[in-house]
């Protein structure tokens, strides 16, 4: 229902209200003065000031339609970075909770590392352009979470392009380790998406094979003192 239509339909149904209040304040002045319990004065008094009430309501109503009409959802979906296990997910809806209130999250879809805000970028960032709104999102986000959380735009490749791959880490037994390993492969050109999870001792990434492979990640993962358990 459009806002003119529900603001019309909350006023004729306040209209209505008036009109039985009305006769009720008029039968009761009415009822009263002839039983001279009260003066014709004092029931004029009594029913204008009912008409006070009313009126308010009635401001109230056109005014619940205004928050209706301005309160509509903007949602506005983001790639999320640092969502390197489960738990992680509880930790950025605290952070979004405490620190950033004026973005409202919706959703967060762990499995695709994206989340969904409720937010106006021309109220948040004033005179901030389409490409800009993200990059100063990505800063708030990233100072208030330390640097351990971050955005981005959404991935434009397929997920069907993507490839992959699993990884065994030796040592991988705590949540500071999991975010080491996690921004070591996050960081290699080409993987879209990763995670590393120190309950399973494991980590992986979702690769772009034009751009990278396998072999690159585990090069670049040993150069940083990490060790992988080998196959047999």
Same mark, same amino acid.
């Given at each position: 229902?459009?806002?003119?239509?529900?603001?019309?339909?909350? @006023?004729?149904?306040?209209?209505?209200?008036?009109?039985?209040?009305?006769?009720? *304040?008029?039968?009761?002045?009415?009822?009263?003065? @002839?039983? !001279?319990?009260? @003066?014709? #004065?004092?029931?004029?008094?009594?029913?204008?000031?009912?008409?006070?009430?009313? !009126?308010?309501?009635?401001?109230?109503?056109?005014?619940?339609?205004?928050?209706?009409? +301005?309160?509509?959802?903007?949602?506005?979906?983001?790639?999320?970075? !640092?969502?390197?296990?489960?738990?992680?997910?509880?930790?950025?809806?605290?952070?979004? %909770?405490?620190? /950033?209130?004026?973005?409202?999250? =919706?959703?967060?879809?762990?499995?695709?590392? $994206?989340?969904?805000?409720?937010?106006?970028?021309?109220?948040?960032?004033?005179?901030?352009?389409?490409?800009? *709104?993200? $990059?100063?999102?990505? =800063? %708030?986000?990233? +100072?208030?979470?330390?640097? &351990?959380?971050?955005?981005?735009?959404?991935?434009?490749?397929?997920? %069907?392009? /993507?490839?992959?791959?699993?990884?065994?880490?030796?040592?991988?037994?705590?949540?500071?380790?999991? /975010?080491? *390993?996690? %921004?070591?492969?996050?960081?290699?050109?080409?993987?879209?998406?990763?995670?590393?999870?120190?309950?399973? !001792?494991?980590?992986?990434? #979702?690769?772009?094979? $034009?751009?990278?492979?396998?072999?690159?990640?585990?090069? &670049?993962?040993?150069?940083?003192?990490? &060790?992988?358990?080998?196959?047999?």
């Amino acid at each position: 229902m459009h806002s003119f239509d529900l603001l019309t339909l909350r @006023s004729a149904e306040m209209t209505q209200a008036v009109a039985r209040l009305q006769a009720v *304040v008029v039968y009761r002045a009415t009822s009263k003065m @002839s039983q !001279g319990l009260v @003066s014709h #004065w004092h029931a004029k008094r009594v029913g204008l000031r009912m008409l006070v009430v009313i !009126g308010a309501c009635l401001a109230l109503a056109a005014a619940s339609v205004a928050d209706d009409k +301005n309160g509509e959802l903007k949602l506005m979906k983001h790639q999320i970075t !640092g969502l390197f296990c489960p738990e992680r997910e509880k930790d950025f809806q605290d952070l979004c %909770e405490q620190k /950033l209130a004026k973005f409202k999250l =919706q959703s967060i879809d762990f499995v695709r590392a $994206e989340a969904t805000f409720d937010y106006d970028p021309a109220k948040v960032f004033p005179g901030a352009k389409p490409e800009q *709104v993200v $990059e100063r999102f990505d =800063q %708030e986000v990233r +100072n208030a979470s330390r640097h &351990t959380f971050g955005i981005k735009p959404l991935r434009k490749i397929p997920p %069907e392009k /993507l490839k992959f791959e699993e990884f065994e880490i030796v040592g991988l037994d705590c949540k500071a380790c999991s /975010l080491a *390993v996690y %921004e070591i492969i996050s960081r290699v050109k080409g993987v879209e998406q990763a995670t590393a999870y120190f309950k399973i !001792g494991k980590a992986t990434a #979702w690769i772009d094979p $034009e751009k990278v492979d396998r072999i690159e990640i585990e090069t &670049t993962l040993k150069q940083r003192g990490v &060790t992988l358990k080998m196959k047999p």
